[in-house]
C-alpha cells in the first residue's frame, strides 16, 4: 500500500473504536491497517466488511487516511481476482442492469409516479457499460 502514511500508526484504536460495522461484524480497522504493513491481505473477507463511511479516517489522531487505504486495498485485491462472492453478485448485477441492487416493489412505484418506468433506460444501461467496460472492470468481476 502507498501514500497513505500507515506507517505512521501507533495503534491507538481509535479507528476500530469509531467503526459502526465493527460493532456489527468481525471487521476491525486496526487489524487491517496493521496486517497490511506486515503481509497480504487480500484474502481477508474483515477487508469488504468496511463501509467506507470514513469515521475512522475523520478520528485517526495521526491524520491517516485510514479508508483511502482500505479501498487501495480492496482494488488491489481485485486486480488478483480477490473479490467476496456477495459483492461479485452486486458488480455483475450493476453491469447487467444498471442498478447496483434489484429494485423492490415500493421503488418500482416509485418510478411509476415520477415517470420513469421500471427499468434503467437502456441507453443509460449502454452508458454504465461502456464506463465499465472502459475501466476493464467487466473483466475484473468474472469468475
Known amino acids: 500500500m502507498k501514500n497513505h502514511d500507515i506507517l505512521t500508526c501507533i495503534q491507538c484504536g481509535t479507528c476500530h473504536a469509531s467503526c459502526p460495522s465493527g460493532r456489527y461484524t468481525s471487521l476491525n480497522v486496526r487489524k487491517i491497517v496493521r496486517d497490511s504493513v506486515r503481509r497480504d491481505i487480500s484474502d481477508e473477507p474483515e477487508l469488504w466488511m468496511c463501509t467506507t463511511c470514513y469515521n475512522c479516517q475523520e478520528r485517526c489522531p495521526r491524520g491517516i487516511k485510514v479508508t483511502d487505504a482500505v479501498l487501495t486495498l480492496r482494488s488491489e485485491a481485485v486486480k488478483k481476482g480477490k473479490i467476496l462472492p456477495a459483492h461479485r453478485k452486486v458488480c455483475k448485477y450493476l453491469f447487467e442492469t444498471g442498478y447496483s441492487i434489484p429494485i423492490d416493489d415500493k421503488h418500482r412505484l416509485m418510478r411509476k409516479k415520477l415517470g420513469l418506468g421500471e427499468a434503467a433506460h437502456k441507453k443509460a444501461i449502454k452508458e454504465v ?13 468474472k469468475t
Open 129 to 141: 457499460r461502456t464506463l465499465l467496460g472502459s475501466t476493464k472492470f467487466d473483466e475484473l468481476i
